[in-house]
């Protein structure tokens, strides 16, 4: 019977989509994270359940061909990649077991049309958006970086893989700056000091970078000094903003902005459009890997510039403007009220006429258009990750739309919705995995479902 500290021998045969290898003992499952599968090891026993353990590795005795050093020194610490110690090809192949396991194991499907995983062509350096808490350690010393897995800790990093080299160096050009001038940093506990985070964002097409201090105050001190060394860092700074945010909360932003250099929109080109993104702005974080995205929930949608098409969760209407050309009409639904308004400025920025756009719950939206007789061709569905309640399925299902293609950010909540959308009369046809988050545990789907025909 295992028991805490006990260190045994260990053989990784599996790896979760959460990083964590898997060996068994006795039966029993033990996970050791940041192993890969193949791995030979001896593992410490930090805590048993009645069925599984838990442990870490005390020493690699013969490692994995596909286990690779990792090259970021808080790689063990922060809580942003969970497969750095993998190579991408072994990530990429782990994303993939775990859709099609999570679809016909939870899911419960199994005739469907499993495509391989559309990986990122680079899978460094691909985040056009950061947010950075700043703290400091119990020494005092001045902390930006990263939270800890599932805390609030936060984990110094000066060098970030997977965000561009302009942020690494704004970073530390407001490093110096805070300690040149003396601006108090958050204090959670306490709720007192000025600057709570570094939030960065970045135009992958445009090149233009927006820097946003988030503050527990209503100005920052010597903000002029700061103003020029940003710009003489960088030409492409065209940004510079206040987030106020005095809220004991852990939400990162709050709702009141202002301007301390250019403008309060940066812009971005996707899929052809021009966006204007401000900090309050959804988008994708992944440029390249979202036109890829898109491309394949187009593919899915089958337009041929005659069908209307709902897109229930829209957002910045970014997807939905996307296929607008190849529409007849788009609606769009979101139930945040500056994402409409993103939406409806990002379709009169493009000249696209064929778009509109409701502010509702998606559930209230679908039930009233169902009750309308209203009935889109095509049904688009991009849920939080949550996944969708059986109220939006049940609506979606009545008004009847020859296909769904549902975008998902978590394999487990989108099988529970396939087998309740199965329920209504639609059939898993194709899927998809997108690795839009390279090196951490996130895996988007595109699927597409067609109703039965009756």
């Known amino acids: 019977m295992l028991?805490?500290?006990?260190?045994?021998?260990?053989?990784?045969?599996?790896?979760?989509?959460?990083?964590?290898?898997?060996?068994?003992?006795?039966?029993?499952?033990?996970?050791?994270?940041?192993?890969?599968?193949?791995?030979e090891i001896n593992a410490r026993i930090l805590k048993v359940k009645k069925n599984y353990a838990f442990g870490k590795t005390e020493s690699i005795e013969k490692p994995s061909d596909k286990r690779i050093s990792p090259d970021c020194e808080?790689?063990?610490?922060?809580?942003?990649?969970?497969?750095?110690?993998?190579?991408?090809?072994?990530?990429?192949?782990?994303?993939?077991?775990?859709?099609?396991?999570?679809?016909?194991?939870?899911?419960?499907?199994?005739?469907?049309?499993?495509?391989?995983?559309?990986?990122?062509?680079?899978?460094?350096?691909?985040?056009n958006k950061t947010q950075i808490p700043v703290g400091r350690d119990k020494n005092g010393a001045l902390l930006t970086g990263f939270y800890g897995?599932?805390?609030?800790?936060?984990?110094?990093?000066?060098?970030?893989?997977?965000?561009?080299?302009?942020?690494?160096?704004?970073?530390?050009?407001?490093?110096?700056?805070?300690?040149?001038?003396?601006?108090?940093?958050?204090?959670?506990?306490t709720h007192s000091g000025l600057l709570r985070h570094i939030y960065l964002r970045k135009g992958f097409q445009s090149g233009e970078i927006m820097v946003c201090l988030v503050i527990n105050g209503t100005s920052l001190p010597h903000a002029e000094t700061l103003v020029r060394r940003l710009t003489e860092y960088s030409s492409n700074v065209k940004s510079i903003m206040l987030n106020i945010n005095r809220d004991k909360t852990n939400v990162v932003l709050g709702r009141e902005l202002s301007v301390l250099y250019g403008s309060e929109c940066i812009t971005d080109t996707l899929c052809g459009l021009r966006f204007n993104i401000s900090p309050l702005s959804f988008y994708q974080i992944n440029h390249d890997q979202t036109e890829k995205l898109y491309a394949l929930a187009a593919k899915c949608a089958r337009l041929t510039g005659e069908e209307f098409l709902i897109d229930l969760y829209c957002g910045a209407g970014t997807i939905g403007l996307s296929m607008a050309?190849?529409?007849?009409?788009?609606?769009?639904?979101?139930?945040?009220?500056?994402?409409?308004?993103?939406?409806?400025?990002?379709?009169?920025?493009?000249?696209?006429?064929?778009?509109?756009?409701?502010?509702?719950?998606?559930?209230?939206?679908?039930?009233?258009?169902?009750?309308?007789?209203?009935?889109?061709?095509?049904?688009?569905?991009?849920?939080?990750?949550?996944?969708c309640?059986?109220?939006?399925?049940?609506?979606?299902?009545?008004?009847?739309?020859?296909?769904?293609?549902?975008?998902?950010?978590?394999?487990?909540?989108?099988?529970?919705?396939?087998?309740?959308?199965?329920?209504?009369?639609?059939?898993?046809?194709?899927?998809?995995?997108?690795d839009m988050f390279p090196r951490t545990a996130h895996v988007e789907t595109v699927v597409l479902m067609s109703k039965v025909k009756e």
């Not at 003992?25 to 192993?35: I, K, L, Q, S």
């Not at 942003?80 to 194991?105: M, P």
């Not at 502010?359 to 679908?366: N, Q, R, T, V």
């Open 3 to 39: 028991k805490k500290n006990d260190i045994i021998p260990l053989v990784i045969t599996d790896i979760t989509g959460q990083g964590s290898g898997i060996g068994r003992v006795d039966g029993m499952a033990v996970f050791v994270p940041m192993t890969a599968v193949g791995d």
């Open 74 to 127: 808080c790689y063990s610490k922060c809580g942003g990649c969970v497969f750095r110690h993998i190579t991408y090809e072994e990530e990429l192949s782990v994303k993939q077991r775990r859709v099609y396991d999570a679809i016909t194991r939870i899911g419960g499907i199994r005739d469907f049309e499993m495509h391989d995983i559309v990986g990122c062509d680079s899978p460094d350096a691909y985040r």
């Open 149 to 189: 897995s599932h805390s609030h800790r936060i984990v110094g990093s000066g060098q970030c893989r997977l965000q561009p080299e302009d942020f690494n160096e704004i970073v530390s050009i407001i490093r110096e700056f805070i300690t040149e001038n003396g601006i108090g940093v958050y204090d959670e506990e």
């Open 325 to 387: 050309k190849s529409a007849k009409r788009v609606l769009g639904v979101e139930i945040i009220p500056e994402a409409i308004e993103n939406a409806r400025e990002n379709a009169r920025a493009n000249n696209i006429k064929n778009a509109e756009f409701i502010c509702a719950d998606a559930s209230k939206a679908a039930s009233e258009l169902a009750r309308r007789g209203t009935r889109p061709d095509v049904l688009v569905i991009d849920p939080p990750r949550k996944g």
């Open 389 to 434: 309640d059986g109220a939006v399925i049940d609506a979606a299902a009545k008004m009847s739309p020859d296909r769904v293609v549902y975008v998902s950010c978590d394999p487990e909540t989108l099988a529970r919705d396939l087998a309740v959308f199965a329920e209504k009369g639609y059939v898993t046809k194709e899927v998809t995995p997108v």
